[in-house]
Each structure stands twice: as structure tokens, then as C-alpha cells.
């Protein structure tokens, strides 16, 4: 049988990256969140707005092995990663303070993964 392979070159490139990067700082998170979106797409990780709502704190940094998406509130100025986002999600995680990025731009900006939350 053979191994369910990525054909994305988004995807394999940012796998790449992010075990480079948890190799290169001694980071196991991004190694973590690499392995997490090895698996099919079908079994990332959704998150909701709603739910960091619940479970974040104001200025947590969150990483999501997945996609963000819109449904529910937030009032909390929450840093989000993920590898998508919806674009109701990214209006309302703007209009309370919050701000989005892709995962790749996270791993750079953070090396070293410190701080950094996994949801999903």
C-alpha cells in the first residue's frame, strides 16, 4: 500500500521548513506541528474563533495545524497562526486587536517557539 504523500508544494515546502526550523533552534514545536499536517488534510485541526475566545488569554500567541475558522466572538487581542484562515475570521480577530499570520511567517519571527500556544 502506499504512503499517503502531500502533492502540495506549499505544504511539503512548509513541513520542510518547520522541521528545519525545530531542528536549527532545538524547538520541538515545530516538529509537532509538522508531523500534525503530515497527516491528510481531512483530519487538521478547525479551529473556531469562538474557542480561542474560551480558551486563550489577551496576547497569547496561538499556532493552529490547520485553519482558522469565523464562527462565534472574540474580544481578545490574540496572535493566531495557522496554515488558513476564513476571511470572516481574519475581519473579526482584526476588529478586536488581534492580527493573523501563516505559520512560516511565525516560525521565523519566533524561532524559537517560546510562548507559543497549539490549538487543535
Known sequence: M?????TNPNITNLIFELKK??????AAIWRDIAKRLEKPSSRWSEVNLSEIERYAKDKDTIAIPGKLLGAGSITKA???A???ASNSAKTKLEEAGGTF???EELAATNPKGSGVRIMG
Open 78 to 80: 490574540v496572535n493566531v
Open 2 to 6: 502506499r504512503k499517503n504523500e502531500k
Open 21 to 26: 526550523a525545530s531542528r536549527e533552534n532545538d
Open 82 to 84: 495557522a496554515f488558513s
Open 101 to 103: 499570520m501563516q505559520l
